[in-house]
Nanobody, 119 residues
């Protein structure tokens, strides 16, 4: 299985920046899609923040477009989420996700890292 470990969360003021890191136990170039999701306080579902495919195609939620950037380092087997111009609405637990199909279909999640943005 693929193990994912997130880091980089913390408490920042509105307008500040953070960079989240996700370390994968498998080579990221072999993983079809990696992404970041978040679960805000009071919400029951995790929402998509950003994804990046093995072909480096990216996808972002409308709420973070222009502010967040997802990237991947296949040498270090890491995926990053650079978050700029943070808003209180960005406060959530952020989870790293890995989806693939070889040798079997899988969908793994990290333990999550807390991001709190104060106004």
């Amino acid at each position: 299985q693929v193990q994912l470990v997130e880091s980089g969360g913390g408490l920042v003021q509105a307008g500040g920046s953070l960079r989240l890191s996700c370390a994968a136990s498998a080579s990221t170039f072999r993983i079809n899609v990696m992404g970041w999701y978040r679960q805000a306080p009071g919400k029951q579902q995790r929402e998509l923040v950003a994804t990046i495919s093995s072909g480096d195609s990216t996808n972002y939620a409308d709420s973070v477009k222009g502010r967040f950037t997802i990237s991947r380092d296949n040498v270090k087997n890491k995926v990053y989420l650079k978050m700029n111009s943070l808003k209180p609405e960005d406060t959530a637990v952020y989870y790293c996700n890995a989806v693939g199909a070889v040798p079997f279909r899988y969908d793994y999640w990290g333990q999550g890292t807390q991001v709190t943005v104060s106004s």
